[in-house]
């Protein structure tokens, strides 16, 4: 589907009007003008998980596929599953997460030294009975505290893919373009519970590690801008980030 020259005929209207025009009388003149006016989303997603994809792809190739993601999500969207922007920044960030898998772009050094650091604070929490510290984890291990913070640096991204194939593995019945409308009432309660299993185990984080995972995922800040906000360096903000994740991934195993 090529991009219409843009168009002001629709300026007046709301995103929630614009749809409700879509709805009645699809056309690509409507489809782009809520497409232009989500162009926002697209480049602050792309710009926040850039480490993800910086070794096999570029700032604009990954704005480019977004805003054809942007596109296919005008089409797909439910209203009754909530705002839409923020269905379409799920759809967006997929998509870049699957081009990573795709590109298996991960150092081996790196992947195998953060699954060593899931196995072993796994088998530690269920030792403890609690969640282990650094030093912990690194006796473990049997790394230096320093290697092991530079390790928990260099995972952090390759820790966002992690979570999402875990939650994933939670997900196998609802197909990932299934909307509520759609969904066996089965299917709707699962992913309800999914979410209060969720919310549980972010409550059994540490303070930072909440306000983390919040201005990441919630806000869509970039891992500097944490870091300036909550006063660390971005090394200590993205080590607060994987270690955040690794508990969730712990928890959400139990």
Known sequence: MSKPAF????S??????LFAEYRKAPSDELKWEIVMRHTGIVRNIALQIQGVYCTFAQLDDIINEGLITLAKA???YDPAIGKF???VAKRIRGMIIDLARQQDWVPRPVRRRTKEIERANAELY???GRF???HEVAQRLGISDEEYQDAMSSASMYSVVSLEETLEGYEQITGPEETAAEMMPEVSLEQSELLEELAAAISQLRENEQIVLSLYYTKDMKMKDIAEIMGVSHARA????TRAIQKLKVLMAQ
Request: glycine share 0%; proline share 4%.
């Open 132 to 134: 282990p510290t650094d």
């Open 74 to 76: 005008v089409d797909k």
């Open 12 to 17: 007046d209207l709301s995103v929630e009007e």
């Open 85 to 87: 922007e923020t269905y």
């Open 126 to 128: 269920n030792e403890l």
């Open 238 to 241: 993205s080590q607060i980030h």
């Open 7 to 10: 168009t002001t005929a629709y």
